[in-house]
């Protein structure tokens, strides 16, 4: 009489889940290094459009965004964390990149002002964990686009707690203030301070700091 | 045990339905609602690893000791998972990057989980595929009803699309959490509702069996 096969026996529990474990992980680097390019690519162009609309510079597609940042934008060598400089009709403006703490996590944006530091051209955010919906409204176009030509008064922005209802932001800029998310204070409070930490930064490196 | 495709569809998304009766799922109930795109990309996310784990696993069940069962099922499951992330991120980056977290944590979601060990491990591949897409697709039907109200009152818009007319003040409380608490309450009180009431009739029909069918008194 056929043994029965014993799927129980010690022996075969290790091959087996040695062997599943390892089939399946090959699998993924697989799956991984095969898209890693595209991912990589992603990645940059996220980067390179976070510059140019932080410096106001309108493109349509990546292709565009590419050769505009090409031929306008040139990354500050050796600053770190990354810097950069454009050179504008009006003179030379410069981005940063700053990462600070969020609520949940850390929050890193691009910032970008022009030489002078009298005004932000506006900023961008590039990575943020912040609650979706709350917090994580600080990537909606109507709160980046406060900031755009918004007055630096004393080395920052304000921004006032819990004041947006309707998703459509202050657009005095002049005032140096803007609205911040309501039910997300903690979350704008933290903004107001990265906002403040790119400013210097970006004082820094116009001063020709790296 | 043979259930017919048909069966299974109307049970996955109806009367055993993986949130409204099973109640699976509900932490990334409350999570991805307040936005029909993201609960979309979430969701069909959930449908595919659902239904592609179910499939490996049923055609894995036989060599599968019962001491590792669990650590397998998660491993298959992480898999899909896992590439489903990779895929998001090189095609979708916009809405991998939106999604965050959220994607990853697809693991953990109780109905696939659930379908693997309740379904799967019994039953032939493809069947355990068809029963995982529809359960996904029953999980799907839900989050997007209660996303579209979440959505619509919470930013007056549908898909990023502006519906509500200029002067609506956005019902802030639909865009956090409790909102789905009790959207998912009333959804569940009108389906288990309408299904209790089918039952009672069914039985009320079987105790006294109506005249049979034949020609009626004609009626003009």
């Known amino acids: 009489m056929k043994k029965k096969f014993d799927r129980e026996n010690i022996v075969y529990v290790v091959v087996f889940s040695f062997v599943v474990c390892a089939v399946f992980v090959a699998g993924l680097a697989a799956a991984n290094e095969a898209t890693a390019p595209k991912v990589r690519a992603n990645r940059e162009f996220a980067s390179q459009a976070a510059v140019l609309d932080a410096l106001g510079i309108a493109y349509s597609d990546p292709a565009e965004a590419a050769s505009l940042y090409a031929s306008a934008v040139r990354p500050i060598e050796g600053a770190v964390p990354r810097a950069y400089v454009a050179e504008r009709p009006d003179g030379l403006h410069y981005a940063v990149e700053v990462t600070g703490a969020g609520l949940w996590g850390a929050i890193t944006i691009v910032a970008a002002a022009g030489e002078s530091l009298e005004r932000l051209d506006g900023i961008q955010v590039l990575a943020q964990n912040e609650t979706p919906g709350l917090g994580g409204r600080i990537d909606e176009p109507w709160f980046k686009e406060q900031f755009r030509g918004e007055r630096v008064a004393g080395g920052r922005v304000r921004i006032s707690a819990g004041a947006e209802a309707g998703g459509s932001g202050a657009n005095d800029p002049e005032d140096g203030l803007v609205d911040g998310v309501s039910g997300a204070t903690r979350t704008s409070q933290a903004m107001e301070q990265i906002i403040a930490a790119a400013i210097a930064r970006l004082a820094e490196v116009a001063g020709g700091g790296k | ?220």
């Open chain 2, 1 to 220: 045990m043979s259930a017919k495709p048909g069966k299974i569809l109307v049970d996955n998304l109806w009367f055993n339905n993986p949130v409204l009766i099973q109640v699976l799922g509900i932490c990334s109930t409350l999570a991805v609602t307040n936005n029909v795109r993201n609960t979309l990309v979430m969701t069909v996310g959930v449908s595919l690893a659902t239904a592609f784990s179910s499939w490996t696993l049923s055609l894995m069940k036989d060599l599968i000791p019962r001491k590792v069962r669990m650590i397998v099922q998660v491993l298959v499951i992480s898999f899909y998972v896992i590439i489903i992330d990779i895929l998001l991120r090189a095609y979708l980056p916009d809405a991998s990057r939106q999604l965050g977290p959220y994607v990853g944590l697809i693991i953990t979601n109780c109905i696939i989980m659930g379908r693997a060990e309740a379904f799967a491990a019994a039953n032939k591949p493809l069947v355990s595929f068809w029963d995982g897409l529809t359960s996904g697709i029953g999980y799907m039907a839900v989050l997007v009803a209660i996303a579209l109200v979440r959505e619509l009152l919470g930013f007056g818009s549908v898909l990023g699309f502006r519906i509500m007319p200029d002067g609506f003040v956005p019902w802030t409380i639909m865009i956090t959490a409790p909102s789905a608490f009790f959207l998912v309450a009333m959804v569940m009180w009108l389906a288990r509702n309408l299904q209790a009431r089918r039952e009672a009739a069914a039985k009320a029909a079987k105790a006294s069996p109506k005249p049979a069918a034949g020609p009626s008194p004609a009626k003009a």
